[in-house]
């Protein structure tokens, strides 16, 4: 009887350990499953941006003017009168310049732009992701102030077509966002390794002088995923340095990406929201064909002489714009209303922007006013 027991008890402990190792098996391969589930979800989910709770404010809502700019506002004075023709409930001010730069009495001729700048601002390349970055800071800056419903990005060379009443009605009767935006099937700037967070249908071009409505400058400050993707694989291709030689040629096969005309227009099409949008930008721009190291087209800039009231007339006048590679018309209205395409204009120089002054386009201006200016 007490041999039986033993053995018994011995087949009793080893179908237990064959159970325990039984066991242990199905649950290491239940977490290695979950694991791999786990891994491959977090890597083709759908980006969720977080969900933002709308903030009460008191009076008017107001559209947030946000200047990049290279160190100071060369165009001031003419910002400066256009600002005090507008109602200072109706708008706010926010300007990144160079890291350091400090906008006060010594730097700018209007006190509107006084400690207007951005406390974090980065050092920025044309044609590099930096610009785009630069973009964000200054949304994520007007943001704060729940009475910022519209976004105009500016640069240091616009100047306004009408004054701030126009402006103002213009921008803020319609629902949507002025964005210009197009297929880019020409250049080839779509890298394929961006696949497949940014597929290529989604891919867009576009100017980046935008103006945007609050949900939309929420998911451009929100978004990241689309960001990182532009800043590691959309880059301008070097230019050709002749004492690099035959390494020219392989730096000349490199994509040439650049990424502000293409990451506001991109993203909001990832985001299924261009239907959100009047597909133009607001902001005039005259392209000549020049030779440059890259053969490309490029932003004419307007002087004291070009800057005539007849060609000025000429822009207020342009009621549609062609996209070649969509054979769209883009007829430009504003909340079902059709207005005239342009309320800003670029690049004008310091001459051509005293010549609007001097003729009253935004206000009465004594040009007399410009001869004590600061350095």
């Given at each position: 009887m007490a041999a039986r027991g033993i053995k018994r008890r011995h087949v009793t402990t080893t179908f237990s350990w064959k159970l325990l190792i039984l066991l242990s098996a199905s649950i290491s391969s239940v977490v290695v499953l979950l694991l791999f589930f786990t891994f491959h979800s977090a890597n083709n989910v759908t980006h969720k941006p977080p969900i933002r709770i709308p903030r009460v404010f008191d009076g008017p809502p107001k559209i947030a003017f946000l200047f990049l700019v290279r160190r100071n506002i060369p165009l001031d004075f003419l910002w400066g009168a256009f600002f005090q023709n507008g109602e200072v409930?109706?708008?706010?001010?926010f300007v990144h310049s160079m890291p350091g730069f400090v906008?006060?009495?010594?730097?700018?001729?209007s006190h509107f732009f006084y400690g207007r700048q951005l406390s974090n601002s980065i050092q920025v390349s044309w044609g590099e992701s930096t610009m785009i970055q630069a973009e964000r800071l200054l949304l994520e800056a007007a943001l704060e102030d729940p009475a910022n419903q519209?976004?105009?990005?500016?640069?240091?060379?616009?100047?306004?077509?009408?004054?701030?009443?126009?402006?103002y009605n213009y921008v803020m009767v319609s629902p949507k966002s002025f964005v210009d935006s197009f297929l880019d099937v020409k250049e080839g700037r779509y890298n394929p390794k961006m696949s497949p967070k940014i597929p290529r249908e989604k891919w867009r071009k576009g100017s980046q002088w935008i103006t945007l409505i609050r949900n939309h400058a929420e998911v451009i400050v929100d978004d990241d995923v689309t960001f990182p993707v532009?800043?590691?694989f959309c880059k301008r291709r070097p230019a050709i340095d002749t004492r690099k030689g035959k390494l020219n040629l392989k730096l000349q096969k490199q994509h040439n990406c650049i990424p502000d005309e293409h990451y506001v227009q991109t993203l909001l099409a990832m985001r299924d929201l261009e239907g959100e949008l009047e597909r133009r930008t607001i902001t005039y721009t005259l392209w000549n064909q020049s030779k440059t190291e890259n053969k490309g087209w490029h932003p004419a800039t307007f002087s004291y002489a070009n800057a005539s009231p007849k060609r000025i007339k000429e822009m207020k006048d342009i009621r549609h714009v062609y996209y070649e590679t969509e054979y769209r018309?883009?007829?430009c209205r504003t909340n079902s209303t059709f207005v005239p395409c342009f309320l800003f204009a670029r690049k004008f120089s310091q001459g051509a922007a005293m010549r609007l002054l001097s003729e009253g386009v935004v206000d009465h201006f004594e040009i007399s006013a410009l001869l004590d200016t600061p350095p």
């Open positions: 409930a109706k708008f706010s001010i906008l006060d009495e010594s730097t700018t001729r519209r976004f105009v990005l500016l640069s240091d060379s616009c100047v306004p077509l009408y004054n701030f009443s126009y402006v532009f800043k590691k018309i883009e007829w």
